[in-house]
């Protein structure tokens, strides 16, 4: 075998696509990080300088342990990696050919679109990048269980109302993996704040609960004549808990700003009337760092960055 290994200090990010201005914004506004030593490989950003534990919500995989391999051939690079360990995901800007060569040398990994309901796989995954012919940068610790931190959904063009139904299951999915909590179903309850069209609404009803669709305007007839979507025409966010009843989730994808975002998560969850919210912060301007750590601190709870989120963060909060 015909490679060497090189150790690199620090860590590599790989932002979501068309996000990198976010996550350098985010690595300087939130973790006080200078740049300045900064290299880029495509859309890859490696800071040698990088010691924190935490993760930017803007990066989609960070390569925690990340290191170069010098290589002869696709067959050394393949025999550095699978040393290793069995499963490795590509992320590719240069020297295509010889990269999908050395992916097929590897053991599979599901790149495809998944369809919905799925469990991520709880192995590790890592990530690597050919840098030239002769040379990778890779790390087998990664912060994601989805290869490149990358998840797709097999999608539905006709039945859904909006597009959003792909931010809700991404959400459940990831709910379900870091929680190990039980998705809506038949029998099952939820509220949705601020549901029209309805795309989340449909994909609840699609799991068989019972949805209480709250908004100003009406959903699409199709949810509206569902039996298991009863609709109320309210500012879903003056409607208390204790008026509302007991709900095994709630729901807001609502435009509006964090700050009244957090006050109203935090009233339902001081009712003790739910386990199990999901909701959409959607950043007004400059994010405000202080208050999304605010959040974060929320107990049983994580912020994530999703695949199909767009300028948001979504809040993810499961009682065990």
């Not at 309210?234 to 009843?245: I, K, S, V």
């Amino acid at each position: 075998m015909a490679f060497t290994t090189e150790s690199l200090k620090g860590k590599i990010f790989l932002p979501f696509p068309e996000m990198k201005s976010l996550l350098e914004s985010e690595l300087i506004s939130r973790f006080n990080a200078d740049l300045s030593d900064r290299t880029d490989w495509g859309d890859l950003l490696y800071l040698p300088s990088c010691t924190d534990t935490d993760f930017p919500y803007w990066a989609r995989c960070v390569m925690e342990e990340p290191f170069l391999v010098h290589f002869d051939s696709i067959g050394d690079a393949s025999s550095a990696l699978r040393a290793i360990q069995r499963s490795w995901a590509p992320y590719q800007y240069t020297c295509f050919r010889r990269a999908s060569l050395l992916q097929e040398k590897l053991p599979p990994v599901k790149l495809k679109p998944k369809t919905f309901p799925f469990d991520i796989p709880t192995s590790p995954i890592g990530l690597y990048t050919l840098l030239d012919e002769h040379t990778l940068v890779a790390s087998a610790k990664t912060n994601t269980a989805l290869p490149a931190g990358s998840l797709t959904f097999v999608e539905d063009h006709e039945n859904p109302p909006s597009r959003a139904y792909l931010k809700i299951q991404e959400a459940l999915v990831m709910a379900r993996h870091f929680f190990g909590v039980e998705l809506p179903h038949g029998g099952g309850r939820c509220f949705e704040a601020g549901a029209c069209p309805g795309g989340w609404t449909w994909v609840l009803q699609g799991l068989g609960s019972q949805v209480l669709a709250v908004d100003r305007s009406e959903l699409v007839p199709e949810l509206m004549n569902n039996p298991l979507v009863t609709f109320r025409a309210h500012d879903a966010f003056t409607l208390t808990p204790e008026e509302l009843g007991n709900f095994d989730w709630v729901f807001s994808d609502v435009i509006c700003y964090p700050e009244r975002l957090l006050d109203w998560i935090k009233k339902w969850l001081s009712s003790g009337k739910t386990k199990n919210m999901i909701c959409t912060i959607k950043m007004q301007g400059e994010i405000d760092w202080p208050l999304v750590k605010e959040f974060a601190s929320i107990p049983d709870s994580r912020i994530l960055h999703l695949n199909y989120n767009k300028h948001e963060l979504t809040f993810i909060h499961c009682e065990r």
